[in-house]
């Protein structure tokens, strides 16, 4: 009894082969078949870059705002104090700070002054952002205590005022320099308030890897922001870090956090004050997807292209094959390893490209700015001052199964009608 062969043997691979390697005089198409090959791996590599990119852009901006921001503030409603004005400063704030650090998941709860004032030296201005917080507090907020870059130091930063490095520009300022900082809510006096100046050493600058940060934040000791701002005994807020930033806004977590903080006490996560920016971030992440998928499947159809004319200029070999007994799952098989070859290289080729510029990205960034001649990257208008880029599992296999499912699919009709043609048709005018 005669043996049938296994599915994609031997004899298909090297069938399939000796089509794909053919030369143009033998009636090959290899110059389709590096088409292809070259716009599968365009491809790949762009959807791959675009993800990397993409996931990097996230990462970086969820980390600086994670890493220089409160995860919650707590802060009160309004209520009208002895003067008869709206009032909304917090007195206890250091009993609601030690029960906000009670309360599981937790890693620190520091009381805020905030203002916004005007920063003066010498002949340049700026509209800043002061936070008057302790030096102990200061030291655990990771990317102003651990920043991208410093200058002076940290541990003075009871002796004067700690400045973003985008401020420090601003004023031309550098460790040691006085700064006065101008409030136009000061001192009371009989004919009113009067703006309040006063003079303080720069003692510490910082980059928080956030433009929108380092060019208007300004940190002061907390005891004299008191004093500067007239909050003597109250607190403006206070200001929560989390273990595990991504639960804020289980029900558990902030219904812990509204009862250490009072019947009084409202919250503000970082999802509500960046939530519709990441939102955004993640339509665009969405569309552009769809967008390099359409660019995928583009680049597969060239395999269609190169298959049909495959077919057609094999029609007597295939003709030849199917008199000597190959049958039509064999035919197909020959020609689904042809145009799946292509793919799967062009894949690979793609993913090492895509990859190589996800880890190379700073240096290949560097030699495009020189070439353009610098001023590619705006940090006011991007934000961050460099682009990232991450390379995640997810992201690199999502962009494979792409890429090999489009190209075994669209590989399939060709493959069918080279299988389907009738040897007697195939052979008549040979």
Known sequence: MQRTPPPF????WMIAWRYLRARRAEGGVSVMTWISLIGITLAVFALIATLAVRSGFRAEFVDTILGANAHVTVYQTSEINAAGQLDRTITDYDAMAERLAAVPGVTRAAPLIKGQIMANARDRNAGIEVFGITLENLRSIPRIADPEA???????????????SGVARELGVGPGDQVKLISPNGVKTAFGVSPRIKAYEVVYIFSAGRYDIDRVRVYMPFDEAQLYFNREGSADEIEVMLTSPE???????????????????????????SGGFLRALEIEDNVMFIILSILVLIAAMNIVSGLIMLVKNKGRDIGILRTMGLSEGAVLR???????????????????????????????????????GGGVWDPSVRGIYYLPAK????????????????????T??????????????????E
Request: with cysteine.
């Open 9 to 12: 043997a031997r004899f298909e």
């Open 150 to 164: 410093a200058l002076g130091e940290i541990d003075r930063f009871n002796d004067g005022i700690a400045i973003g």
């Open 334 to 372: 020959v020609f689904f390893i042809c145009g799946a070859s292509t793919g799967m290289i062009g894949t690979l080729a793609g993913v090492a490209l895509g990859c190589l510029f996800a880890i190379y990205i700073d240096p290949i960034f560097s030699l495009v700015n020189y070439i353009s």
């Open 412 to 429: 399939i009709f060709p493959a069918r009608r080279a299988a389907r043609m009738n040897p007697v048709e195939a052979l008549r005018y």
């Open 247 to 273: 639960t804020v806004e289980d029900a558990s977590v902030t219904a812990a956090l509204m009862q250490a903080g009072g019947d009084r006490s409202l919250l503000w996560t970082w999802k509500d004050a």
């Open 391 to 410: 390379l995640e599992l997810g992201d690199v296999m999502s962009a494979v199964l792409l890429s090999l499912g489009l190209s075994f699919v669209v």
